[in-house]
């Protein structure tokens, strides 16, 4: 049955894309099949709670060449997927507004969805990858017909990224199932299959950086930053909130599994670092840190949320390598989260704040008494803010706190600065808080009566948040507080699933 | 020898008699009924007629079964050559029906007859292993293409395109010619197979070296792999868009697959010959070609603001990947080429059905002509996102399986060594920047503003049909390979290689 939320969202993009301009409404057929959707997955993750391995569907595709299509759903698929639903339909809700070729909007918003969902539930490599690329031309029309600041630069910039980034990945799958005889894609065939040690270390580098582009991987994060502020609201918040995890996912879910002696120790030591475990994890490390530095210092809001989003991912990608259960556990739920809050905060700054203020400089915003003017957005950004720099009792704070003592056990260092970088984490998002929207006092007093007359009109212009908005908002924010408060409901099927036989290898440290 | 028997021959050969009868009926009919008729019309009956003729050829071939071998490879038929035959004459069709609604001459009926008579020649360049044959037939494609590429007299460009198209091949053609004369002269034979034999048991003879160079530069001319690629993009930019479609998909097709004949079959490279290996020595030059190809093309494209232009470097990047698949050095490779080729053929098709509609309507194809399309023309502007999106190899469009059928069969040589992943490497990230310039184009289709320009509809017509039919293929080829592959891979080993 969760298969029809791939056949559900890209049906219902291919009927938007051909149904006559102003007829029905889109927004609200994008809805409720965002809303079916979501419905699925939470009926599939209730009827599996445990997290067990399912198959949805498996079926001969392209016989002659091994390939099947091969739906399933693990514990991590199912958190993943649940996060998608979620995501889909608060994106759908912040862009009630879109009147502009409405239908085009949501027939690309829902094929984006389509081959997410797909991605998430695919054990047949080739399948996944035909998802994986699937996505790559929506984000793009999405960014470049419907986006802002630099939207042309953005949109070419992240579609290169991606596409290289899945260049990369299909050498290493095809040079995995040539070696392997050349005559199945199932993922867990391939990785039994266990390829020799010289191949992995080349094979597992190449993939893992493939998928590691879009999950915003220091240095190869500079699409992140542009494409989030150029992409309109509801595709910043896919982009942040479901397609970095594909290629978190994709580390997780195949380079990694694929190739887990990829990850042992090298015979040599280079500048310290011994493995490509090490390589990667230093290079989160330093994502997470860079990301939060340069997140301090941007005067554009959105480009804030955009970097804090690297320095999130980075907690994905260093919990994930540290190989301990908790650190892996603590990954999946870093993904989920930071899908969470990182769409409620571009949810916050792309919908309420710039299309009504339009503008996202905090020295313009000093203008609007955002505080008086959005009182919910305010409260928004303050529940997201709290959450994302790890205050307790919201997801983020289980989520990296996992991540943490996972890193702990396998690298104290970077555990000490990652640490640091929730302690700038809290510096950037405290003063992003503070300059858009408690910053009413630091205008010099002008000669005459400018101020009140320049700031008054301002304040009656901005239209109240609608109802959309308040209830895409409040659904996410209960979402985080619910995971906060009770982590288990995700964190069972999560530690269920990576105790499973795929991963078995990999807790091993990836040596045989 | 045996007395030969042209009944069978005739028998073998019905589908190309159909063409040929097919052509001259085209002209008949126009002098008898249609002299007189608007030239609108004499194009319509003859795409009709034409794809009609194709038909019945198709329908004959799809009757044949069986292998024949007449006179020692004179004429050949297999299921691989059947399935390489059918492929082209869907290209021809679909060639016939984008013609339909041109308006670039005033006689139609020749244009149609050189079409036939094209694809005649391309059908007999395939189902044959004898060098003369290939030769000749390959001489009467390259002449009607020659013709075609220039049909539009009233246009400079269209001669220019025309003329080089012409040197060029013309020059090719002595080279290819001095090749065969020379490898005659070394072997005795003029047969592929006896050929093969004849250098197996011999010597290695150093005029083999030249022999090969003048038969890969020949070819190379054909199929327009760097450093031969010179008259492509002025001849794609000149020519009639159904011409240029001709040239780009059916004419390759068959080139490609006479190459890969030639090189596998007649100078096959497992020929037993330690250092200094002359029979092999084609490899590492046809993998420079492939490399240089796919470099320069790509890279080339980046800078063009002409759609045909553009198209004509990214054939170069194209043939580039292709022959990857006569690198794999067997069957399965060879079927993975034909089937990019046979998709390639269909997309190209579309892209220059699009093109000449565009052109149609505002007289040019550059970027400007295309900003804003989808406001005038939702349906042609679909169609053409389908169309690049394919070349560029997206999935699920055809395009992204034969990419990844064709990297998987260069990798699986069968040696588990992986002699090719440097190659199959060098062409995923080249085509990592091809996307760059397909979307240039859709970005002007989509996001930018339209600049008032003439409307260009899709009113209910043949080349419509057309242009919606193989963007349906092409999608379709893409999400359900499996027959044609099916058929590929156990028509494969009809390529007996040794």
């Given at each position: ?512 | ?243 240029a479609a001709m040239i780009a998909s059916g004419s390759k097709l068959a080139s490609f697959f006479v190459l890969a004949k030639v090189l596998l079959m007649g100078l096959s490279a497992g020929g037993g010959l330690d250092f200094p290996n002359l029979n092999s020595g ?217």
């Open positions: 049955m969760l298969a029809w939320t791939i056949y559900l969202s890209l049906g219902a993009a291919a009927g938007l894309m051909f149904l006559p301009r102003g007829r029905g409404s889109p927004r609200v057929l994008a809805l409720m099949t965002a809303l079916a959707c979501l419905a699925l997955t939470l009926i599939a993750f209730w009827q599996n709670p445990g997290g067990e391995m399912r198959t949805v569907v498996r079926l001969p595709w392209i016989p002659t060449l091994g390939i099947e299509y091969h739906l399933a759903a693990d514990g991590v698929s199912l958190v993943l997927v649940v996060l998608t639903g979620l995501a889909a339909v608060a994106g759908i809700l912040f862009s009630w507004n879109v009147e502009e070729r409405a239908n085009e909007f949501f027939a690309l918003f829902l094929a984006l969805i389509g081959g997410v969902y797909g991605v998430f539930l695919s054990f047949d490599l080739f399948l996944f990858f035909v998802f994986y690329e699937l996505a790559i031309i929506p984000k793009y029309f999405l960014i470049v017909i419907w986006g802002s600041t630099r939207k042309e630069y953005g949109a070419m910039k992240l579609a290169l990224y991606s596409f290289a980034g899945s260049a990369l990945v299909l050498i290493g799958l095809l040079a995995a199932y040539v070696t392997a005889g050349a005559h199945t894609f199932d993922l867990a065939s391939l990785a039994q299959g266990g390829f020799a040690r010289p191949f992995q270390l080349w094979a597992f580098p190449l993939v893992f950086v493939g998928f590691a582009i879009l999950a915003g991987l220091w240095p190869f994060h500079t699409w992140a930053p542009t494409g989030h502020v150029a992409a309109p609201t509801a595709a910043s918040m896919l982009l942040a909130g479901v397609v970095m995890k594909l290629g978190a996912y994709g580390c997780l879910r195949v380079a990694m599994v694929l190739f887990p002696e990829g990850l042992s120790e090298w015979s040599f030591t280079l500048a310290g670092l011994s493995s490509w475990r090490e390589v990667f994890a230093t290079m989160a490390a330093v994502g997470i840190v860079y990301g939060a530095l340069v997140a301090l210092v941007q005067r554009d809001f959105k480009f804030v949320i955009g970097y804090s989003s690297v320095s999130h991912m980075g907690f994905v990608l260093l919990g994930m390598l540290s190989l301990h259960p908790l650190g892996m556990a603590g990954s999946v739920l870093q993904m989920f989260s930071h899908g969470i809050l990182a769409g409620l905060l571009f949810a916050v700054v792309g919908r309420m704040i710039y299309d009504r203020a339009h503008t996202r400089d905090f020295g313009e915003l000093q203008g609007f008494p955002l505080r008086r003017a959005l009182p919910f957005a305010t409260f928004s950004f303050v529940v997201a803010g709290f959450a994302s720099m790890g205050m307790p009792g919201f997801s983020g704070f289980v989520a990296e706190l996992q991540v943490l003592i996972g890193a702990w056990h396998a690298f104290p260092a970077l555990a000490l600065t990652a640490g640091v970088g929730i302690v700038i984490g809290v510096a950037y998002t405290l003063s992003a808080m503070h300059k858009a929207f408690f910053n009413e006092s630091p205008r010099p007093p002008q000669p005459g009566a400018g101020l009140t007359l320049t700031a008054e009109p301002a304040l009656t212009q901005l239209q109240p948040i609608s109802l959309p908005e308040k209830i895409g908002a409040g659904l996410l924010m209960i979402v985080s507080l619910v995971v906060g408060l009770y982590p288990r409901i995700l964190l069972d099927p999560i530690l269920h699933s990576l105790h499973g036989p795929l991963f078995q290898a990999l807790l091993k440290g990836g040596n045989p | 020898m045996s007395t030969a028997s042209y009944l069978e021959l005739l028998h073998w050969s019905l589908p190309e008699m159909a063409l040929v009868l097919t052509a001259l009926v085209v002209l008949g009919a126009d002098l008898v009924g249609l002299r007189e008729a608007a030239p609108r019309h004499r194009f319509l009956a003859g795409a009709l007629i034409s794809t009609l003729g194709a038909g019945v050829a198709m329908v004959l071939l799809l009757l044949q079964t069986g292998e024949a071998n007449w006179m020692n490879g004179i004429f050949v038929s297999d299921s691989l050559i059947r399935i390489t035959q059918v492929s082209l004459l869907v290209l021809g069709m679909f060639t016939f029906l984008i013609s339909s609604q041109s308006d670039f001459t005033r006689h139609p009926p020749e244009y149609f007859c050189l079409l036939l008579l094209a694809l005649t020649g391309l059908l007999f360049m395939v189902c044959t292993e004898n060098f003369l044959v290939i030769f000749v037939s390959l001489e009467l494609a390259s002449m009607c293409l020659y013709v075609l590429a220039a049909f539009n007299k009233g246009d400079p460009r269209s001669t220019e395109a025309g003329l080089k198209y012409f040197l060029f091949g013309g020059l090719s053609t002595a080279f290819t010619l001095f090749g065969i004369s020379l490898m005659y002269g070394i072997s005795g034979h003029l047969d592929l197979r006896q050929i093969s034999a004849a250098l197996q048991a011999a010597r290695p003879d150093p005029l083999m070296v030249p022999a090969m160079v003048m038969l890969l530069v020949g070819f190379g001319f054909k199929v327009a792999f760097v450093p031969f690629h010179l008259w492509a993009p002025e001849t794609y930019q000149g020519a009639p868009a159904p011409s084609w490899v590492p030059v046809i993998a420079l070609a492939a490399a240089a190809s796919m470099i320069l093309g790509n890279l080339a494209a980046l800078a063009q603001t002409s759609v045909r232009r553009l198209l004509a470097f990214s054939a170069i990047a194209h043939g580039g990947y292709v022959l990857l698949g006569i690198l794999a050095q067997n069957g399965l490779g060879v079927g993975a080429m034909l089937y990019y080729l046979l998709v390639y053929g269909l997309t190209i098709i579309g892209a220059f059905a699009v093109i000449a509609r565009v052109e149609r309507a505002t007289g040019s194809d550059d970027f400007h002509a295309f900003a804003g399309l989808r406001h005038r023309s939702p349906l042609l502007s679909f169609c053409m996102a389908v169309f690049l999106l394919s070349l560029a190899g997206i999935p699920p469009l055809a395009g992204f399986f034969g990419k990844f059928y064709l990297f998987a069969a260069a990798l699986n040589t069968g040696t588990g060594r992986l002699e090719w992943l440097w190659l199959v490497i060098l062409a995923l990230l080249t085509s990592a920047v091809s996307l760059y310039y397909y979307l240039r184009v859709l970005k002007q289709i989509y996001a930018r503003p339209t600049g008032g320009q003439t409307p260009c509809g899709m009113e209910i017509s043949l080349e419509s049909l057309a242009i919606v039919a193989l963007a349906g293929a092409v999608v379709l080829l893409g999400c359900a390979p499996e027959w044609l592959v099916d058929r590929l891979v156990q028509a494969a080993p009809f390529l007996k290689l040794h």
